[in-house]
């Protein structure tokens, strides 16, 4: 298959130039990535209607596939809360394990109501309550949605997982049952398919995005399990409030970063035996 612009699939983390836990004066801490110009990959149809069954094996009765990737990852076939490749499944803020209704702030379990009232998984006292620090990035497995409701052995991906689905795989825009979202191609022809769920929540400073679901149809933002730290030679800084997520609009595949308190979905991942 094309792999033209491979070499441009990086994980592309939002530019939030901050100190302490001062938040942007727009919308473009995630989910708003402008790389219109950086589409990946490429099929050999039109990308409508197309059909995928394929099924490597079983944990804890979740089936995942393996794409032949080098780390040996292999990828869920569906979204948690989901039974089938194309559904959206549930939606989670980042470090909690059950679906909500109300995706904000003040609902959040690991802050005190505010994006600067941290409980937990906070660098900076800044971020803290009362200057609460603990220095964790990475969730803990009791805070890791795939973990809490697959069973042992799945999780949630890393940015090196998601870094290397993008570069080690092709990859298209397309439609299963009239679900769009992105079709991935392994070397060793098995795909995988990630509807464009979308998201559940608003920007905190912007009510005008409150609506039931964001972008259904039209992207996909999927939670990675680190918080929003600076990592693959990008000189962005931490932001505590904000975690990664893998990123994928029409046109362009990636990765950013995102308010922890919003509700994305969860494609899990577990490793070969």
Known sequence: MNRTLKATAVLMLMMVFAVGCTKPEG?????????????????????????????????????????????????????????????YGDYFAWGETEPKTVYDW?????????????????????????????????????????????????????????????????????????????????????????????????FSWEEDFQTEFNQAGHSGQYWMRERGRAFNNFSTPDVDYLANEFYFPYGFNGGSRTERSRGLPIRPVCSAK
């Not at 990946?40 to 069954?53: K, M, T």
Request: proline share 4%; glycine share 14%; hydrophobic share 30%.
């Open 27 to 87: 919308p473009n801490n995630g989910g708003n990535n402008n790389g219109q110009n950086d589409s990946i990959v490429n099929p050999n149809n039109n990308g409508e209607n197309d059909s995928i069954a394929d099924n490597s094996g079983t944990l804890n009765g979740h089936d995942f596939v393996d794409l032949g990737l080098p780390s040996g990852t292999l990828w869920a076939t569906c979204n948690v809360g989901a039974e089938v490749p194309e559904g």
């Open 106 to 202: 003040t609902t959040y379990k690991y802050c005190n109501g505010e994006f600067d009232q941290l409980t937990k998984y906070c660098q900076k006292a800044s971020c803290g309550y009362d200057g609460y620090t603990d220095g964790l990035y990475v969730l803990q497995p009791s805070d890791d949605a795939a973990t809490v409701n697959w069973g042992e052995g799945w999780r949630m991906p890393d940015a090196a997982e998601s870094l290397e689905l993008l570069n080690e795989c092709d990859h298209r825009w397309s439609s299963i049952n009239g679900v769009s979202g992105l079709l991935v191609f392994g070397n060793n022809g098995n795909t995988l398919f990630l509807p464009a769920a979308g998201l559940k929540g608003v």
